[in-house]
């Protein structure tokens, strides 16, 4: 054994990089500071979701944060919690630097560096071992996940309050100032590089057309009492405690997108997984026969043209900007899963992403989720971006 070898010790964080339509006509102009750290931070941001951005650059600006700790200007980020998954810290996190309620979008880049470099100006991301001190300590990397963010106003943020949780604005000491920026000025006033390939991933993107998306959720039920001990009809069926326990921590994930439609199958164990999250989100469960697994196996046309109808209806919202937010969650049935999933591989391009729509049963973990990230082109629409999201049980 080389008793000389050292481990990798990782802090993880999240953040992002918050982006609008750049409005030369307000009081919210590129290169405008905003003072953050205390209540009176907090506007009510009306933003509504990019509907038609153009793959300029001056279009648009982005949010940036200035860190009197480090003198540094840099994209919104912080430590995850124990327990918390990345995408809520990134929300969380955001929120509480900028002052803004945001929705998470595409996942732009992962991004290390070593630890003890944190604020200094050479800091580069994917750096090497090389930094391990002489001593055999564990190098400390500071993993860090960025996401593309959109603003959501005040009573889209105050109907997700229950399920997602508190927002503490950040102490003066924390950051000093927002800044919104074009991407050219960003650039410059960033001090780090490893913030400068942030800001390359993210127009790389923007640049694709990817700005302007709509979301989907598909959550598999949770964990369900076993059909051969259950005594009573399949469509009373319920979930465990444990899937209980999954379904609550699940919202605080979906939370994250702040989802404006819940549509599930009318079956016990698909309407109890989305229940909480429905309650704490002030939304109403649409309730379609055609998801249940009864008529899939008899009508599985039908119930595929349920999906179909709702991407039709999120691409034409999308286009319209005619919700503050576009996200909707389907609750779905294990075979359900299986005849979408072959239908969302024909529409999704990246290859990488095609794999996460497995073509095995049980295609997903009970209790779990995937998010789709769509955009419309010329030849109908396609899938972008898709993330597993697994809920936290402790």
């Known amino acids: 054994m080389n008793m000389s070898a050292v481990t990798t010790q990782y802090v993880e964080a999240a953040g992002g990089i918050i982006y609008r339509k750049r409005n030369t006509t307000n009081s919210s102009n590129a290169g405008e500071d905003t003072k953050t750290g205390s209540n009176a931070i907090n506007p009510n941001h009306a933003n509504k979701p990019i509907s038609a951005i153009k793959p300029s650059d001056d279009d648009f600006e982005l949010c940036l944060v200035y860190r009197p700790k480090y003198d540094d200007w840099s994209w919104p980020k912080g430590k995850n919690e124990p327990k918390e998954s990345h995408r809520h810290t990134a929300v969380r996190e955001v929120g509480e630097e900028t002052g803004y309620s945001v929705t998470l979008g595409p996942h732009i880049a992962k991004i290390e560096y070593p630890l003890e470099r944190e604020g200094k100006k050479s800091s580069k991301s994917n750096t090497s071992n090389s930094n391990q001190n002489r001593n055999s300590q564990p190098e400390v990397i500071k993993r860090i996940h960025y996401w593309m963010m959109r603003l959501i106003d005040k009573p889209t ?27 050219s000025q960003a650039r410059k006033k960033l001090t780090h590089d490893s913030d400068r390939e942030v800001l390359d991933a993210f127009l790389e993107k923007l640049h694709a057309g990817q700005g302007e998306y709509s979301t ?15 005594q009573g009809s399949e ?51 649409e309730q379609v026969a055609e ?39 389907m609750c779905l049935h294990r075979p359900v ?5 072959d239908y969302l591989r024909e529409i999704t391009k990246p290859r990488a992403h095609k794999r996460i729509l497995s073509q095995k049963s049980p295609y997903m973990p009970t209790g779990s989720a995937i998010v ?23």
């Open 291 to 329: 998801l249940t697994e009864d008529c899939h196996e008899k009508k599985p046309k039908s119930t595929l043209s349920v999906l179909i109808k709702e991407i039709q209806n999120l691409e034409q919202n999308e286009q319209n900007a005619s919700t503050v937010n576009n996200a909707t969650v």
């Open 372 to 394: 789709l990230h769509i955009i419309s082109t010329p030849k109908g629409a396609r899938i972008i971006d898709i993330e597993k999201v697994l809920p936290s049980v402790y």
């Open 216 to 230: 989907l959720l598909l959550v598999r039920h949770g964990k369900a009492e076993s059909r051969k001990t259950w």
């Open 157 to 183: 943020a105050a109907k997700r309050l229950p399920a997602f949780g508190p927002i503490k604005p950040a102490k003066p000491t924390e950051i000093g100032n927002v800044l919104w920026l074009t991407p």
């Open 235 to 285: 469509a009373t069926r319920p979930i465990t405690p444990l899937g209980a326990a999954a379904s609550y921590a699940l919202g605080r994930e979906l939370a994250c997108y702040a989802p404006n439609k819940i549509i599930s199958s009318p079956w016990k164990r698909c309407l109890e997984t989305v229940a909480a999250f429905a309650r704490d989100s002030s939304l109403s469960i």
């Open 337 to 341: 899963i299986g005849t979408f999933f």
